[in-house]
């Protein structure tokens, strides 16, 4: 019995589905065994079966609307309702326990060198170092093969194994719910916590989510294990800790460590975190715009997350606050298909004057720290996961160009952004592209 | 109410507090660098606070809340 699904909905309109590469079909996963009673679901949900084509076939034949197809040893069909179908799909996905999941059917294609030549060569570059290290060790050449790579795919695709920069001697503020100060990948390094939770402990991280970030954003060249996830290693930390120990915090607690970044004189500020948009709320809040363009005065650039409602029909998907702030750095999250997240905020129309993200940073399946007592190392999603990414690689920009800061600081980020697939059909969803280090 | 005051950079921060603190303002907080006050007030002072001179603008505070650890997206 599965402990959780996975049902995500196709977006309603044939352009969102375009841009996001989806066929308007859904692919639905059950347990072994059970494709009689995921059958007789469909089948008493008002779809047909599809009969399967004879091995000998010499031609294939489209699935037609409103029909499915099982995959009995695989566990998986593919359904293809027709409108007014959906929601009877949607309930017996939720309702029949053998069925896992139910996803939008992706098309795929083979990647295009001329869009992503920098992602193959940084894949290239990476394996011949993690070989070149086996065969100095004299491993079996087979080894490499079934070793783990050398660098997380985040970081191979914007181009961070490349740069020269370090991040030193610039002062990134990672606002979040802490820093395990006993985790041994930062041991070393210059760390300055404060701790705004009024909760009578000490600075620590009894969440993991803090450690999470400030690992992607600023963890080390070389982890004491595993492959390397961390951006701009050499840079100065500064730790706050706004979220409590059930990960909550209120604005005020956010507001101080802003301000306290600014005192500290902080370069880059990095906050994975937001509260949803609903219908009724203005297009931003008056007091973070304000204080992000206060920060701007003073030389320190806010990047911000989108936020995660895109996927949860509680909400319309809008970027929430404070990432719809127009002076801060908002990012989106893509996947490592460069498909943007389905969770990811965007511009709607259901929130007119909302901005949309800026850029776009990895954001699934991001391997980076995690408390000792925790497992040390975690694999996670959100746009949580891609605001470090734009925050670290904005720390090696920095380093890069001494006498740009804040606005402008922004706005050289973005122009060097690269671009994704079908990059003008998204632009509400990843704005100038995927962040790209110097 | 927990509000949110955004201060005129052109006034001085501690003038606005003591004003507010006359027109109901509890609890006042500053924040220095970003020009801010926080505090309670009950909501039917919220006008009177608005049209204070170096307010420029006054909104309620809101809570964030992460996912748990456990979860996928976060």
């Known amino acids: 019995m599965p402990v959780s699904k996975t049902i995500v909905f196709v977006p309603g309109s044939p352009e969102r589905r375009a841009a996001r590469r989806l066929s308007g079909r859904y692919i639905v996963t059950f347990e072994q065994g059970a494709h009689p009673q995921v059958s007789t679901g469909l089948l008493a949900a008002n779809f047909r079966a599809a009969t399967a084509l004879a091995k000998d076939a010499k031609t294939a ?13 695989a566990g998986i069909g593919v359904v293809d309702p027709l409108p007014g179908q959906e929601a009877d799909l949607h309930a017996l996905a939720q309702s029949e326990n053998a069925i896992v999941a139910l996803e939008p059917e992706r098309i795929v294609r083979a990647v295009n060198l001329a869009i992503s030549g920098d992602y193959v060569r940084g894949w290239r570059d990476s ?5 070149e290290k086996l065969l100095a060790e004299d491993q079996a050449v087979s080894a490499v093969a079934a070793a783990p790579p050398a660098a997380t795919w985040g970081l191979i695709m914007t181009n961070v194994l490349q740069s020269r920069y370090s991040g030193s001697p610039i002062k990134l503020a990672v606002l979040d719910t802490g820093l395990d100060l006993a985790h041994p990948d930062f041991a070393n390094r210059n760390i300055t916590t404060q701790n705004f939770v009024g909760d009578n402990t000490p600075f620590h991280d009894g969440v993991g989510h803090g450690t999470h970030c400030t690992g992607t954003s600023a963890g080390p060249l070389k982890p004491t294990q595993g492959p390397r ?3 701009a290693f050499d840079c100065d930390i500064f730790s706050g800790r706004v979220l409590d120990d059930t990960g909550r915090g209120g604005d005020f607690n956010i507001l101080q460590g802003i301000d306290w970044a600014i005192g500290q004189h902080c370069d880059l500020v990095s906050l994975s975190l937001g509260a949803p948009w609903v219908p009724g709320d203005p297009p931003f809040s008056q ?3 304000a204080a992000a363009q206060r920060a701007l005065t003073a030389g320190c650039l806010l990047v911000v997350a989108a936020g995660n409602d895109a996927d949860d029909p509680q909400y319309v998907g809008a970027v929430g606050t404070p990432g719809n702030s127009p002076s801060v750095l908002t990012v989106a999250a893509i996947d490592n298909t460069m498909a943007t997240a389905s969770f990811s905020n965007r511009q709607t129309p259901q929130a007119p004057g909302v901005k949309g993200p800026d850029l776009a940073g990895p954001g699934v399946d991001v391997y980076s720290s995690w408390p000792v007592d925790g497992g040390k190392y975690r694999t996670i999603s959100g746009t949580s996961m891609a605001t470090p990414h734009v925050a670290g690689i904005a720390a090696l920009f920095a380093q890069a160009n001494s006498g740009i800061r804040g606005q402008s600081l922004k706005d050289l980020i973005l122009s060097n952004c690269s671009d994704l697939p079908n990059a003008s059909f998204r632009r509400d969803e990843i704005g100038h592209g995927l962040v790209r280090a110097p | 109410m927990k509000v949110l005051i955004v201060v005129d950079a052109k006034y001085d ?3 606005v507090r003591l004003a507010c ?3 109901g303002l509890e609890q006042p907080l500053m924040l220095p660098n970003l020009h801010m006050l926080s505090g309670v007030v009950e909501s039917e002072r919220i006008p009177a606070l608005s049209g204070t001179t170096g307010v420029l603008s006054i909104e309620t505070q809101r809570d964030f809340q992460i ?3 456990d979860s996928e997206v976060q």
Not at chain 1, 61 to 73: D, I
């Open chain 1, 127 to 131: 394996s011949i170092a993690l070989a």
């Open chain 2, 21 to 23: 603190t006359r027109l």
């Open chain 2, 67 to 69: 996912p748990p650890p």
């Open chain 1, 229 to 231: 996830y961390g951006i």
């Open chain 2, 13 to 15: 921060i501690e003038n």
């Open chain 1, 287 to 289: 007091a973070y715009e």
């Open chain 1, 61 to 73: 034949k489209p699935l037609p609307r409103g029909h499915f197809l099982l995959l009995e040893h």
